[in-house]
């Protein structure tokens, strides 16, 4: 069975930084794509970054040179560096995996349980 597990949330001033991780447990499996998604109060859910099986990277523009993500292949984890924080960043973020089993048609993506970021200004 495939678990997400995120870590590294919590309450910052506005400027600051916080980083996210989110591991992949689980065996039998092969990971694609992972990305980022966050979900503010009364919103909807939004995709903020992403990094491909190959380590290319792709932000939302609202989070563009102040999120990094990154990614652990032999751990099976991803990261997010967020900097320079905003008010408008407080959501909560959730980490998602498009994940590929022999046998499978096709992938399957998995949610991890989210983690509260709270920007104070």
């Known amino acids: 069975q495939v678990q997400l597990v995120e870590s590294g949330g919590g309450l910052v001033q506005a400027g600051g930084s916080l980083r996210l991780s989110c591991a992949v447990s689980?065996?039998?499996?092969?990971?694609?794509?992972m990305d980022w998604y966050r979900q503010a109060p009364g919103k909807q859910r939004e995709w903020v970054a992403m990094?491909?099986?190959?380590?290319?990277?792709l932000y939302t523009d609202s989070v563009k040179g102040r999120f990094i993500i990154s990614r652990d292949y032999a751990k099976n984890t991803v990261s997010l560096q967020m900097n320079s924080l905003k008010p408008e960043d407080t959501a909560v973020y959730y980490c998602?995996?498009?994940?590929?089993?022999?046998?499978?048609?096709?992938?399957?993506?998995?949610w991890g349980q989210g983690t509260q970021v709270t920007v104070s200004s």
């Open positions: 998602n995996a498009d994940v590929v089993r022999a046998g499978w048609s096709t992938s399957r993506r998995y």
């Open positions: 689980g065996s039998g499996f092969s990971i694609n794509a």
């Open positions: 990094v491909t099986s190959v380590g290319n990277t």
